[in-house]
Protein backbone atom coordinates (compact mmCIF):
# COMPACT_ATOMS: atom_id res chain seq x y z
CA UNK A 1 0.00 0.00 0.00
CA UNK A 2 1.32 3.64 -1.14
CA UNK A 3 1.56 6.45 1.71
CA UNK A 4 -0.98 8.89 0.39
CA UNK A 5 0.71 11.55 3.17
CA UNK A 6 2.79 13.05 0.99
CA UNK A 7 0.32 13.69 -1.61
CA UNK A 8 -2.25 15.35 0.99
CA UNK A 9 1.20 17.04 2.50
CA UNK A 10 2.13 18.34 -1.19
CA UNK A 11 -2.17 19.78 -1.51
CA UNK A 12 -1.83 21.30 1.53
CA UNK A 13 1.01 23.19 1.21
CA UNK A 14 0.12 23.99 -2.28
CA UNK A 15 -3.10 25.44 -1.00
CA UNK A 16 -1.71 27.14 1.84
CA UNK A 17 1.04 28.62 -0.32
CA UNK A 18 -1.49 29.76 -3.05
CA UNK A 19 -4.05 31.90 0.09
CA UNK A 20 -0.74 33.62 1.36
CA UNK A 21 0.49 34.83 -2.58
CA UNK A 22 -2.78 36.05 -3.03
CA UNK A 23 -2.93 38.05 -0.55
CA UNK A 24 0.71 39.64 -0.68
CA UNK A 25 0.70 38.72 -4.62
CA UNK A 26 -2.61 40.55 -5.34
CA UNK A 27 -0.90 44.61 -3.67
CA UNK A 28 2.55 43.54 -5.27
CA UNK A 29 1.25 43.36 -9.06
CA UNK A 30 -1.04 46.05 -8.52
CA UNK A 31 1.31 48.72 -7.60
CA UNK A 32 3.77 47.29 -10.24
CA UNK A 33 1.20 47.36 -12.79
CA UNK A 34 0.36 51.32 -11.50
CA UNK A 35 3.50 52.40 -10.55
CA UNK A 36 5.46 55.65 -12.28
CA UNK A 37 8.57 54.88 -10.07
CA UNK A 38 11.74 54.48 -11.98
CA UNK A 39 12.53 51.81 -9.15
CA UNK A 40 9.79 49.52 -11.55
CA UNK A 41 12.33 47.79 -12.89
CA UNK A 42 14.44 46.86 -10.05
CA UNK A 43 11.66 45.36 -8.12
CA UNK A 44 10.14 43.87 -11.06
CA UNK A 45 13.86 41.94 -11.38
CA UNK A 46 13.81 40.78 -7.49
CA UNK A 47 10.63 39.42 -8.40
CA UNK A 48 11.70 37.85 -11.38
CA UNK A 49 14.73 36.23 -9.58
CA UNK A 50 13.03 32.64 -7.84
CA UNK A 51 12.49 32.06 -12.28
CA UNK A 52 15.87 31.86 -12.95
CA UNK A 53 17.94 31.10 -9.75
CA UNK A 54 18.85 27.25 -9.50
CA UNK A 55 16.35 25.58 -6.77
CA UNK A 56 19.69 24.87 -4.72
CA UNK A 57 20.60 28.70 -4.67
CA UNK A 58 17.40 29.71 -3.37
CA UNK A 59 17.36 26.77 -1.15
CA UNK A 60 20.71 27.82 0.11
CA UNK A 61 19.73 31.41 0.61
CA UNK A 62 16.56 30.67 1.90
CA UNK A 63 18.06 28.19 4.61
CA UNK A 64 20.79 30.35 5.70
CA UNK A 65 17.79 32.91 5.52
CA UNK A 66 15.31 31.19 7.33
CA UNK A 67 17.49 28.96 9.97
CA UNK A 68 18.05 29.57 12.98
CA UNK A 69 20.64 31.97 13.00
CA UNK A 70 19.53 33.60 10.22
CA UNK A 71 17.35 37.16 10.34
CA UNK A 72 13.88 35.55 9.54
CA UNK A 73 14.61 32.28 11.65
CA UNK A 74 15.97 34.32 14.81
CA UNK A 75 12.51 36.26 15.07
CA UNK A 76 10.42 33.46 14.50
CA UNK A 77 12.15 31.45 16.59
CA UNK A 78 12.02 33.82 19.51
CA UNK A 79 8.45 34.59 18.63
CA UNK A 80 7.22 30.72 18.77
CA UNK A 81 9.65 29.05 20.52
CA UNK A 82 10.74 27.20 17.72
CA UNK A 83 12.69 27.14 14.69
CA UNK A 84 11.59 27.93 11.02
CA UNK A 85 13.48 25.69 8.92
CA UNK A 86 12.31 21.64 8.44
CA UNK A 87 9.26 22.42 9.11
CA UNK A 88 5.56 23.01 7.28
CA UNK A 89 5.58 26.63 8.34
CA UNK A 90 9.21 26.97 6.78
CA UNK A 91 8.33 25.18 3.42
CA UNK A 92 5.24 27.88 3.27
CA UNK A 93 7.11 30.75 3.11
CA UNK A 94 9.98 28.98 0.91
CA UNK A 95 7.52 28.45 -1.10
CA UNK A 96 6.09 31.67 -1.52
CA UNK A 97 9.10 32.95 -2.64
CA UNK A 98 9.99 30.00 -5.31
CA UNK A 99 6.33 30.91 -6.68
CA UNK A 100 6.08 34.59 -6.11
CA UNK A 101 6.75 35.73 -10.04
CA UNK A 102 3.88 32.62 -11.11
CA UNK A 103 1.28 34.52 -9.47
CA UNK A 104 2.60 38.02 -9.76
CA UNK A 105 3.38 38.18 -13.04
CA UNK A 106 -0.19 36.85 -14.95
CA UNK A 107 -1.55 39.36 -12.37
CA UNK A 108 0.27 42.39 -13.19
CA UNK A 109 0.30 41.52 -16.63
CA UNK A 110 -3.88 41.39 -16.07
CA UNK A 111 -4.25 44.67 -14.22
CA UNK A 112 -1.91 46.26 -17.05
CA UNK A 113 -4.45 45.37 -19.60
CA UNK A 114 -7.48 46.45 -17.20
CA UNK A 115 -9.43 49.64 -19.15
CA UNK A 116 -8.47 52.03 -16.17
CA UNK A 117 -11.48 54.68 -17.20
CA UNK A 118 -13.67 51.79 -16.19
CA UNK A 119 -11.88 52.21 -12.33
CA UNK A 120 -12.43 55.80 -12.70
CA UNK A 121 -15.94 55.61 -13.78
CA UNK A 122 -16.17 53.61 -10.84
CA UNK A 123 -15.10 56.05 -8.79
CA UNK A 124 -16.92 59.03 -10.18
CA UNK A 125 -20.12 56.63 -9.41
CA UNK A 126 -18.95 57.45 -5.76
CA UNK A 127 -18.28 53.78 -5.27
CA UNK A 128 -15.37 53.16 -2.74
CA UNK A 129 -12.21 51.69 -3.47
CA UNK A 130 -12.78 47.97 -2.09
CA UNK A 131 -16.22 47.78 -4.07
CA UNK A 132 -14.24 49.54 -6.97
CA UNK A 133 -12.29 46.40 -6.64
CA UNK A 134 -14.49 43.70 -6.30
CA UNK A 135 -17.13 44.65 -8.40
CA UNK A 136 -15.34 46.00 -11.60
CA UNK A 137 -11.43 45.31 -11.45
CA UNK A 138 -11.88 41.29 -10.18
CA UNK A 139 -14.52 40.62 -12.68
CA UNK A 140 -12.19 42.18 -15.47
CA UNK A 141 -9.25 40.46 -14.49
CA UNK A 142 -10.31 36.76 -13.53
CA UNK A 143 -8.61 35.15 -16.26
CA UNK A 144 -5.46 36.79 -14.75
CA UNK A 145 -6.47 35.09 -11.47
CA UNK A 146 -7.13 31.99 -13.01
CA UNK A 147 -3.92 31.49 -14.42
CA UNK A 148 -2.10 33.13 -10.87
CA UNK A 149 -3.67 30.58 -9.36
CA UNK A 150 -3.56 27.28 -11.39
CA UNK A 151 0.60 28.33 -11.99
CA UNK A 152 1.06 29.11 -9.05
CA UNK A 153 -0.20 25.82 -7.07
CA UNK A 154 1.15 23.91 -9.83
CA UNK A 155 4.53 24.97 -9.26
CA UNK A 156 4.55 24.68 -5.49
CA UNK A 157 3.20 21.18 -5.90
CA UNK A 158 6.03 20.17 -8.17
CA UNK A 159 9.64 22.36 -6.32
CA UNK A 160 11.85 19.78 -5.76
CA UNK A 161 15.27 21.61 -5.01
CA UNK A 162 13.80 24.60 -2.71
CA UNK A 163 11.85 21.77 -0.78
CA UNK A 164 14.85 20.05 0.04
CA UNK A 165 17.35 22.38 1.32
CA UNK A 166 15.13 24.23 3.43
CA UNK A 167 12.67 21.11 4.46
CA UNK A 168 14.63 18.13 4.23
CA UNK A 169 12.69 15.14 4.19
CA UNK A 170 10.63 14.53 7.52
CA UNK A 171 7.72 12.19 6.70
CA UNK A 172 4.43 13.80 7.96
CA UNK A 173 6.15 17.01 7.88
CA UNK A 174 8.38 17.92 5.33
CA UNK A 175 8.30 15.00 2.82
CA UNK A 176 6.25 16.15 -0.15
CA UNK A 177 5.10 14.33 -3.23
CA UNK A 178 8.40 14.91 -5.02
CA UNK A 179 10.95 14.16 -2.46
CA UNK A 180 8.65 11.21 -1.80
CA UNK A 181 9.38 10.16 -5.60
CA UNK A 182 12.91 10.78 -5.49
CA UNK A 183 13.55 8.73 -2.10
CA UNK A 184 11.81 5.79 -3.66
CA UNK A 185 13.94 6.01 -6.34
CA UNK A 186 16.67 5.64 -4.39
CA UNK A 187 15.21 2.86 -2.89
CA UNK A 188 15.15 1.42 -5.80
CA UNK A 189 11.05 0.65 -5.40
CA UNK A 190 10.28 1.93 -8.84
CA UNK A 191 6.91 0.88 -8.33
CA UNK A 192 6.17 2.95 -6.07
CA UNK A 193 7.85 6.26 -7.85
CA UNK A 194 5.77 4.94 -10.42
CA UNK A 195 2.46 5.61 -9.02
CA UNK A 196 3.46 8.49 -6.98
CA UNK A 197 4.71 10.51 -10.31
CA UNK A 198 1.75 9.41 -12.45
CA UNK A 199 -0.97 10.81 -9.99
CA UNK A 200 1.04 13.62 -10.42
CA UNK A 201 1.00 13.89 -14.05
CA UNK A 202 -2.69 13.07 -13.63
CA UNK A 203 -3.13 15.92 -11.03
CA UNK A 204 -1.95 18.21 -13.14
CA UNK A 205 -3.48 17.70 -16.60
CA UNK A 206 -6.47 18.16 -14.87
CA UNK A 207 -5.48 21.16 -13.04
CA UNK A 208 -4.47 22.68 -16.14
CA UNK A 209 -7.00 21.11 -18.73
CA UNK A 210 -9.59 24.07 -17.30
CA UNK A 211 -7.23 26.96 -17.97
CA UNK A 212 -6.74 26.44 -21.52
CA UNK A 213 -10.25 24.80 -22.13
CA UNK A 214 -11.16 28.68 -20.54
CA UNK A 215 -8.33 30.51 -22.92
CA UNK A 216 -9.79 28.60 -26.22
CA UNK A 217 -13.63 29.50 -25.41
CA UNK A 218 -12.33 32.93 -24.97
CA UNK A 219 -11.10 33.24 -28.27
CA UNK A 220 -13.61 32.08 -29.94
CA UNK A 221 -15.83 34.13 -28.14
CA UNK A 222 -13.48 36.97 -29.71
CA UNK A 223 -14.04 36.05 -32.89
CA UNK A 224 -17.85 35.42 -32.87
CA UNK A 225 -18.16 39.06 -31.54
CA UNK A 226 -15.92 40.95 -33.47
CA UNK B 1 -26.64 77.07 -6.75
CA UNK B 2 -23.39 78.91 -8.48
CA UNK B 3 -22.04 76.58 -11.25
CA UNK B 4 -18.67 75.71 -11.37
CA UNK B 5 -15.32 77.90 -10.80
CA UNK B 6 -12.24 76.92 -11.62
CA UNK B 7 -9.08 78.79 -10.96
CA UNK B 8 -6.15 75.92 -11.31
CA UNK B 9 -3.06 75.39 -12.94
CA UNK B 10 -1.69 71.63 -12.93
CA UNK B 11 1.33 69.85 -15.01
CA UNK B 12 2.41 67.01 -16.42
CA UNK B 13 5.05 65.46 -17.95
CA UNK B 14 5.95 69.25 -19.73
CA UNK B 15 2.12 69.72 -20.24
CA UNK B 16 0.98 73.21 -18.05
CA UNK B 17 -2.78 73.78 -17.78
CA UNK B 18 -3.78 77.11 -16.29
CA UNK B 19 -7.28 77.85 -16.40
CA UNK B 20 -9.41 80.26 -14.84
CA UNK B 21 -13.30 80.37 -15.78
CA UNK B 22 -16.74 80.28 -14.80
CA UNK B 23 -19.43 77.95 -15.92
CA UNK B 24 -23.15 78.35 -15.18
CA UNK B 25 -25.51 76.02 -13.85
CA UNK B 26 -28.41 75.07 -16.36
CA UNK B 27 -26.07 75.67 -19.20
CA UNK B 28 -24.30 73.40 -21.37
CA UNK B 29 -21.00 74.30 -22.66
CA UNK B 30 -18.70 72.82 -24.89
CA UNK B 31 -15.07 72.69 -24.56
CA UNK B 32 -13.72 73.16 -27.58
CA UNK B 33 -9.83 72.71 -29.28
CA UNK B 34 -7.57 70.64 -30.75
CA UNK B 35 -5.92 67.49 -29.46
CA UNK B 36 -3.11 68.56 -26.94
CA UNK B 37 -5.02 71.77 -25.71
CA UNK B 38 -5.98 70.39 -22.50
CA UNK B 39 -9.81 69.85 -22.60
CA UNK B 40 -9.71 66.48 -21.07
CA UNK B 41 -7.25 67.48 -18.21
CA UNK B 42 -10.01 70.23 -17.20
CA UNK B 43 -12.47 67.48 -17.16
CA UNK B 44 -10.38 65.01 -15.19
CA UNK B 45 -9.35 68.03 -12.56
CA UNK B 46 -12.95 69.23 -11.99
CA UNK B 47 -13.53 65.38 -11.60
CA UNK B 48 -10.34 65.07 -9.06
CA UNK B 49 -9.26 62.20 -11.24
CA UNK B 50 -6.31 64.32 -10.99
CA UNK B 51 -5.33 67.00 -8.73
CA UNK B 52 -4.45 70.65 -8.90
CA UNK B 53 -0.83 72.45 -8.51
CA UNK B 54 -2.57 75.83 -7.51
CA UNK B 55 -5.75 77.35 -7.41
CA UNK B 56 -9.15 76.00 -6.60
CA UNK B 57 -12.07 74.51 -7.63
CA UNK B 58 -15.56 75.80 -6.08
CA UNK B 59 -19.16 73.81 -7.48
CA UNK B 60 -22.23 74.59 -6.36
CA UNK B 61 -20.41 76.99 -3.65
CA UNK B 62 -18.97 73.87 -2.24
CA UNK B 63 -14.85 73.70 -2.03
CA UNK B 64 -13.70 70.40 -4.08
CA UNK B 65 -10.51 71.45 -4.49
CA UNK B 66 -7.94 73.97 -2.64
CA UNK B 67 -4.20 73.32 -3.14
CA UNK B 68 -3.61 75.77 -0.90
CA UNK B 69 -5.60 74.61 1.83
CA UNK B 70 -4.10 70.97 0.74
CA UNK B 71 -7.48 70.19 0.05
CA UNK B 72 -8.51 67.64 -2.65
CA UNK B 73 -11.86 65.83 -2.64
CA UNK B 74 -11.82 62.32 -4.16
CA UNK B 75 -14.05 61.49 -6.98
CA UNK B 76 -15.96 59.41 -5.06
CA UNK B 77 -16.99 62.75 -3.00
CA UNK B 78 -18.04 64.99 -5.57
CA UNK B 79 -20.50 63.87 -7.05
CA UNK B 80 -19.81 64.04 -11.05
CA UNK B 81 -21.36 62.68 -13.59
CA UNK B 82 -18.47 61.84 -16.31
CA UNK B 83 -18.89 59.99 -19.47
CA UNK B 84 -16.05 59.06 -20.83
CA UNK B 85 -14.58 59.02 -24.13
CA UNK B 86 -15.64 55.31 -25.77
CA UNK B 87 -17.73 55.71 -22.79
CA UNK B 88 -15.68 52.81 -20.15
CA UNK B 89 -19.03 50.87 -19.59
CA UNK B 90 -18.48 48.22 -17.38
CA UNK B 91 -19.04 45.32 -20.12
CA UNK B 92 -19.27 42.39 -17.67
CA UNK B 93 -22.54 43.82 -16.00
CA UNK B 94 -25.70 44.10 -17.63
CA UNK B 95 -27.06 47.41 -18.78
CA UNK B 96 -29.39 47.59 -15.48
CA UNK B 97 -26.27 46.74 -13.31
CA UNK B 98 -24.50 49.63 -15.05
CA UNK B 99 -27.00 52.22 -14.58
CA UNK B 100 -27.44 51.23 -11.34
CA UNK B 101 -23.89 51.25 -10.03
CA UNK B 102 -24.04 54.93 -8.90
CA UNK B 103 -27.59 55.23 -7.36
CA UNK B 104 -27.77 55.21 -3.68
CA UNK B 105 -31.02 52.97 -2.02
CA UNK B 106 -32.08 49.13 -1.52
CA UNK B 107 -31.33 46.66 -4.31
CA UNK B 108 -35.15 47.32 -4.84
CA UNK B 109 -34.78 50.94 -5.36
CA UNK B 110 -31.92 50.83 -7.59
CA UNK B 111 -33.25 48.35 -9.43
CA UNK B 112 -36.97 50.24 -10.30
CA UNK B 113 -34.62 53.59 -10.73
CA UNK B 114 -32.53 51.70 -13.47
CA UNK B 115 -35.59 50.32 -15.53
CA UNK B 116 -37.02 54.43 -15.20
CA UNK B 117 -33.63 55.46 -16.94
CA UNK B 118 -33.79 52.16 -19.66
CA UNK B 119 -36.98 53.76 -20.59
CA UNK B 120 -36.36 57.40 -20.31
CA UNK B 121 -33.24 56.70 -22.66
CA UNK B 122 -35.19 54.66 -24.69
CA UNK B 123 -33.22 51.49 -24.08
CA UNK B 124 -36.19 49.56 -23.10
CA UNK B 125 -35.84 45.63 -23.78
CA UNK B 126 -31.84 45.92 -23.64
CA UNK B 127 -31.84 46.18 -19.84
CA UNK B 128 -30.53 42.70 -19.32
CA UNK B 129 -27.93 42.71 -22.38
CA UNK B 130 -24.17 43.53 -21.71
CA UNK B 131 -23.16 46.66 -23.33
CA UNK B 132 -20.96 45.07 -25.71
CA UNK B 133 -23.38 43.66 -27.51
CA UNK B 134 -24.93 47.12 -28.59
CA UNK B 135 -24.55 49.37 -31.09
CA UNK B 136 -22.73 52.59 -30.68
CA UNK B 137 -25.45 55.00 -30.12
CA UNK B 138 -26.84 52.49 -27.59
CA UNK B 139 -23.15 52.23 -25.63
CA UNK B 140 -23.77 56.23 -25.32
CA UNK B 141 -27.35 56.21 -24.21
CA UNK B 142 -26.15 53.70 -21.58
CA UNK B 143 -23.12 55.80 -20.65
CA UNK B 144 -25.30 58.94 -19.72
CA UNK B 145 -27.79 56.57 -18.19
CA UNK B 146 -25.06 55.43 -16.03
CA UNK B 147 -23.62 59.27 -15.41
CA UNK B 148 -26.96 60.61 -14.71
CA UNK B 149 -28.56 58.07 -12.35
CA UNK B 150 -27.44 59.40 -9.27
CA UNK B 151 -28.51 62.74 -9.68
CA UNK B 152 -25.35 64.75 -9.51
CA UNK B 153 -24.21 68.25 -9.17
CA UNK B 154 -22.26 68.49 -12.65
CA UNK B 155 -22.25 66.26 -16.14
CA UNK B 156 -18.85 65.82 -17.74
CA UNK B 157 -19.04 64.68 -21.35
CA UNK B 158 -15.96 63.93 -22.83
CA UNK B 159 -15.98 63.43 -26.58
CA UNK B 160 -19.65 61.55 -25.78
CA UNK B 161 -19.46 61.58 -30.34
CA UNK B 162 -16.12 60.51 -30.95
CA UNK B 163 -17.35 56.69 -31.27
CA UNK B 164 -20.08 57.44 -33.29
CA UNK B 165 -20.45 56.90 -37.33
CA UNK B 166 -21.07 60.21 -38.66
CA UNK B 167 -24.32 59.51 -40.11
CA UNK B 168 -25.74 59.14 -36.86
CA UNK B 169 -23.99 62.12 -35.23
CA UNK B 170 -27.04 64.39 -36.52
CA UNK B 171 -29.68 62.35 -34.62
CA UNK B 172 -27.34 61.76 -31.56
CA UNK B 173 -26.52 65.30 -30.68
CA UNK B 174 -30.21 66.08 -31.20
CA UNK B 175 -31.29 63.39 -28.00
CA UNK B 176 -28.39 64.72 -26.50
CA UNK B 177 -29.47 68.12 -26.46
CA UNK B 178 -33.13 67.02 -25.72
CA UNK B 179 -31.65 65.16 -22.55
CA UNK B 180 -29.55 67.85 -21.50
CA UNK B 181 -32.37 70.19 -21.89
CA UNK B 182 -34.03 69.90 -18.51
CA UNK B 183 -30.78 69.57 -16.24
CA UNK B 184 -30.85 72.46 -13.34
CA UNK B 185 -26.88 71.98 -13.21
CA UNK B 186 -23.91 72.69 -15.45
CA UNK B 187 -22.71 70.41 -17.70
CA UNK B 188 -19.26 70.89 -19.80
CA UNK B 189 -18.74 68.78 -22.78
CA UNK B 190 -15.32 68.34 -24.48
CA UNK B 191 -14.98 67.94 -28.52
CA UNK B 192 -13.20 68.99 -31.20
CA UNK B 193 -16.30 69.40 -33.08
CA UNK B 194 -17.67 73.26 -34.05
CA UNK B 195 -20.68 70.99 -35.55
CA UNK B 196 -21.21 69.18 -32.24
CA UNK B 197 -20.48 72.19 -30.31
CA UNK B 198 -22.85 74.50 -32.11
CA UNK B 199 -25.70 71.87 -32.15
CA UNK B 200 -25.64 70.69 -28.34
CA UNK B 201 -24.09 73.69 -26.34
CA UNK B 202 -25.48 76.85 -25.05
CA UNK B 203 -21.70 78.73 -24.46
CA UNK B 204 -18.59 77.90 -26.14
CA UNK B 205 -14.83 77.56 -24.10
CA UNK B 206 -12.15 77.89 -26.30
CA UNK B 207 -8.88 76.49 -25.29
CA UNK B 208 -5.29 76.58 -26.90
CA UNK B 209 -2.05 75.47 -25.35
CA UNK B 210 -3.80 74.71 -21.81
CA UNK B 211 -5.48 77.79 -21.35
CA UNK B 212 -8.94 78.94 -22.08
CA UNK B 213 -8.74 81.68 -24.99
CA UNK B 214 -12.03 82.62 -24.70
CA UNK B 215 -15.67 81.60 -22.99
CA UNK B 216 -18.85 82.84 -24.10
CA UNK B 217 -22.38 82.19 -25.29
CA UNK B 218 -22.00 79.77 -28.57
CA UNK B 219 -23.10 82.72 -31.09
CA UNK B 220 -20.81 85.25 -29.45
CA UNK B 221 -17.71 83.01 -29.93
CA UNK B 222 -18.36 81.30 -33.25
CA UNK B 223 -19.58 85.36 -34.66
CA UNK B 224 -16.65 87.35 -32.77
CA UNK B 225 -13.98 85.07 -32.35
CA UNK B 226 -11.30 88.27 -31.26
CA UNK B 227 -7.93 85.68 -31.20
CA UNK B 228 -6.88 84.56 -34.01
CA UNK B 229 -6.16 80.49 -32.42
CA UNK B 230 -10.02 80.78 -31.62
CA UNK B 231 -10.66 82.17 -34.90
CA UNK B 232 -8.97 79.09 -36.47
CA UNK B 233 -10.73 76.45 -33.49
CA UNK B 234 -14.42 78.29 -34.71
CA UNK B 235 -13.83 76.99 -38.09
CA UNK B 236 -13.06 80.88 -39.42
CA UNK B 237 -11.11 79.89 -42.82
CA UNK B 238 -10.59 83.70 -44.31
CA UNK B 239 -7.90 85.34 -42.11
CA UNK B 240 -5.28 88.05 -43.25
CA UNK B 241 -2.55 89.37 -41.02
CA UNK B 242 -2.46 92.56 -40.25
CA UNK B 243 0.29 94.96 -41.49
CA UNK B 244 -0.79 98.78 -40.45
CA UNK B 245 -3.69 100.48 -39.32
CA UNK B 246 -5.08 103.83 -39.05
CA UNK B 247 -8.37 104.84 -37.33
CA UNK B 248 -10.90 102.50 -39.14
CA UNK B 249 -8.74 101.52 -41.83
CA UNK B 250 -6.74 98.06 -41.16
CA UNK B 251 -4.51 96.97 -43.97
CA UNK B 252 -1.64 94.27 -45.26
CA UNK B 253 -0.67 93.03 -48.01
CA UNK B 254 -3.74 91.84 -49.54
CA UNK B 255 -4.84 95.78 -49.51
CA UNK B 256 -7.16 97.14 -47.19
CA UNK B 257 -10.57 97.48 -46.11
CA UNK B 258 -12.72 99.55 -43.75
CA UNK B 259 -14.00 98.56 -40.05
CA UNK B 260 -17.38 100.28 -39.20
CA UNK B 261 -15.49 100.93 -35.88
CA UNK B 262 -11.69 101.44 -33.90
CA UNK B 263 -9.92 98.63 -34.17
CA UNK B 264 -8.09 97.34 -31.29
CA UNK B 265 -4.49 98.40 -31.36
CA UNK B 266 -3.69 94.78 -30.50
CA UNK B 267 -4.90 93.67 -33.73
CA UNK B 268 -3.21 91.45 -35.65
CA UNK B 269 -5.27 89.54 -37.56
CA UNK B 270 -8.62 90.31 -39.63
CA UNK B 271 -11.13 87.55 -40.15
CA UNK B 272 -13.89 87.34 -42.15
CA UNK B 273 -16.58 84.80 -42.85
CA UNK B 274 -17.09 83.38 -46.59
CA UNK B 275 -20.58 84.00 -46.89
CA UNK B 276 -20.12 87.74 -46.44
CA UNK B 277 -17.70 88.75 -48.64
CA UNK B 278 -19.37 90.18 -52.12
CA UNK B 279 -17.70 89.26 -55.43
CA UNK B 280 -17.86 92.39 -57.87
CA UNK B 281 -16.91 92.01 -61.47
CA UNK B 282 -16.19 95.62 -62.28
CA UNK B 283 -13.05 96.50 -62.17
CA UNK B 284 -12.07 98.85 -58.80
CA UNK B 285 -14.41 97.47 -56.74
CA UNK B 286 -12.87 96.23 -53.69
CA UNK B 287 -10.21 93.72 -53.12
CA UNK B 288 -8.48 92.43 -56.60
CA UNK B 289 -8.66 88.83 -57.30
CA UNK B 290 -8.56 86.04 -59.31
CA UNK B 291 -11.07 83.10 -59.14
CA UNK B 292 -9.20 79.82 -58.59
CA UNK B 293 -11.94 77.59 -58.41
CA UNK B 294 -15.74 77.22 -58.20
CA UNK B 295 -17.32 74.10 -56.38
CA UNK B 296 -20.59 73.13 -54.96
CA UNK B 297 -20.79 71.45 -51.74
CA UNK B 298 -24.57 70.44 -51.45
CA UNK B 299 -26.44 73.91 -50.50
CA UNK B 300 -23.12 75.61 -50.64
CA UNK B 301 -21.42 76.82 -54.09
CA UNK B 302 -17.46 78.08 -52.77
CA UNK B 303 -15.74 80.34 -55.00
CA UNK B 304 -11.68 79.88 -54.33
CA UNK B 305 -10.24 83.52 -54.70
CA UNK B 306 -6.73 84.49 -54.95
CA UNK B 307 -5.86 87.72 -53.71
CA UNK B 308 -2.54 89.56 -55.65
CA UNK B 309 -0.20 88.89 -52.62
CA UNK B 310 -0.95 85.04 -52.99
CA UNK B 311 -3.23 85.06 -49.63
CA UNK B 312 -6.54 82.71 -50.52
CA UNK B 313 -9.93 84.04 -49.55
CA UNK B 314 -12.86 81.41 -49.43
CA UNK B 315 -16.79 82.95 -50.76
CA UNK B 316 -19.59 80.76 -49.99
CA UNK B 317 -22.99 81.78 -52.20
CA UNK B 318 -26.14 79.72 -52.70
CA UNK B 319 -25.84 76.73 -55.13
CA UNK B 320 -27.71 78.33 -58.02
CA UNK B 321 -25.96 81.59 -57.41
CA UNK B 322 -23.87 82.45 -60.79
CA UNK B 323 -20.32 82.61 -60.45
CA UNK B 324 -17.71 84.05 -62.70
CA UNK B 325 -15.59 80.99 -64.33
CA UNK B 326 -12.14 80.13 -63.04
CA UNK B 327 -9.72 82.63 -64.29
CA UNK B 328 -11.61 85.96 -63.48
CA UNK B 329 -10.28 89.04 -62.46
CA UNK B 330 -13.18 90.07 -59.82
CA UNK B 331 -12.96 92.40 -57.19
CA UNK B 332 -13.97 90.82 -53.24
CA UNK B 333 -15.72 93.47 -51.43
CA UNK B 334 -15.45 92.96 -47.63
CA UNK B 335 -18.02 94.81 -46.12
CA UNK B 336 -16.76 96.52 -42.86
CA UNK B 337 -19.70 95.26 -40.33
CA UNK B 338 -18.82 92.03 -41.14
CA UNK B 339 -15.16 92.01 -40.66
CA UNK B 340 -13.97 90.95 -37.22
CA UNK B 341 -10.23 92.35 -35.91
CA UNK B 342 -8.60 89.35 -34.23
CA UNK B 343 -5.28 89.52 -31.70
CA UNK B 344 -2.23 87.25 -32.05
CA UNK B 345 -4.27 85.39 -29.10
CA UNK B 346 -1.51 84.04 -27.00
CA UNK B 347 -1.28 87.32 -24.70
CA UNK B 348 -5.07 87.89 -24.16
CA UNK B 349 -6.46 86.97 -20.91
CA UNK B 350 -8.36 84.43 -19.85
CA UNK B 351 -12.13 85.09 -19.37
CA UNK B 352 -12.44 85.59 -15.07
CA UNK B 353 -15.83 85.18 -13.93
CA UNK B 354 -15.02 84.02 -10.48
CA UNK B 355 -14.34 86.35 -7.49
CA UNK B 356 -11.88 85.62 -4.78
CA UNK B 357 -14.66 83.46 -2.75
CA UNK B 358 -15.07 81.78 -5.95
CA UNK B 359 -19.00 83.10 -6.29
CA UNK B 360 -19.55 84.06 -10.00
CA UNK B 361 -20.40 87.18 -11.54
CA UNK B 362 -22.55 86.82 -14.79
CA UNK B 363 -20.63 88.27 -17.50
Known sequence: MIDMAPFTLSIQLAAVTLAVLLIIGTPLAWWLAMTRTPFKPVVETVTALPLVLPPTVLGFYLLVFLGPQGWAG??????????????????????????????????????????????????????????????????????????????????TIGEFGVVLMVGGNIPGETQVLSIAIYEHV???????????SSILVAASFVGLLPLYSQARK??????VSA | MTGICIQATHRRGGFDLD???????????????GSGAGKSTLLRLVAGLESLKTGRIHVGGRTWADAAAGLHLPPQKRSVGYVFQDYALFDHMSVAGNIAFGIKGSRKERGREASRWCERMHLDGLAERTPDTLSGGQRQRVALARALAP????????????????HLKRKLTDDLKDVLRDRPRAVLMVTHALEEARTVADDIAVMAGGRVMRLGTASDVTDDPRAHEVAVLTGWRNLLAVGWMSGNRMGGAWGAVDLDHPAPVDAAWIGIRPERIRIESQPGAGLPAIIKSVRDFGPVREAECVLGCGATLTVHKAWDTPLPAPGTRVGLVLPGEHVRPLTEGRAMAAVDRCDARGRQARA
Open chain 2, 19 to 33: VQAGFSDGRVTAILG
Open chain 1, 218 to 223: RRKWRE
Open chain 1, 74 to 155: GMWNAFFGRPLTFTFAGLVVASCVYSLPFVVQPLQGAFERLDRRTVEAALTLGASWPRTFVQVVLPQVRHGLLTASVLGFAH
Open chain 2, 151 to 166: DPDILLLDEPFSAIDT
Open chain 1, 186 to 196: EALDYAAAGTL
